[in-house]
């Protein structure tokens, strides 16, 4: 089996003070070909594209972020491999005592679309590999940063 996989990606930034904005998109072509009669050949695309926004509001000291993006898989012999998943995230954080201590709330799959399943073409067909993990969740974290200052002796 020979496979032929082209791609282009761009990403676009701004940022003005406090907002930050990006967009990007990638495309990945998937062209295989298989000397066995039972191969079918193959002429798929993957591609993806999505916003990146980040905030913060300077009165609350509040960090607010969020990314969506779509993934998109076409061109497939199996309806399982031909998929369209907007996936979702988002952020919010607060740093307190001068810095040291953040607290983050973070949102991972907000629409619920990913699966623990991907499928993948590999030199004999088709191939399904399960994952253990967790597709979609939130997550609160703390983080205190220690600092101690070195003592360099001249």
Not at 20 to 49: P, V
Not at 85 to 105: C, G, P, Q, V, Y
Not at 130 to 151: F, G, Q
Request: net charge positive; hydrophobic share 35%.
């Amino acid at each position: 089996m020979n496979t032929v996989g082209p791609g282009v990606s761009v990403k676009l930034s701004y940022r003005l003070g406090q907002l930050s904005l990006s967009s990007n998109a990638r495309f990945t072509g998937r062209f295989s070909r298989g000397d066995s009669q039972r191969f079918q050949d193959i002429n798929a695309c993957d591609y993806q594209y999505g916003v990146t926004a980040q905030y913060t509001i300077p009165l609350l000291q509040v960090s607010m972020g969020t990314d969506i993006t779509m993934f998109n898989r076409k061109g497939y012999n199996s309806s399982m491999m031909n998929t369209d998943d907007l996936i979702w995230n988002a952020i919010i954080s607060r740093s307190f005592m001068s810095e040291k201590l953040t607290l983050k709330l973070q949102a991972f799959d907000i629409l619920h679309e990913l699966s623990n399943k991907r499928y993948s073409v590999d030199a004999q067909g088709r191939t399904e590999t399960l994952y253990n993990s967790i597709p979609n969740y939130m997550m609160l974290s703390i983080a205190y940063r220690l600092n101690k200052p070195l003592k360099v002796k001249a």
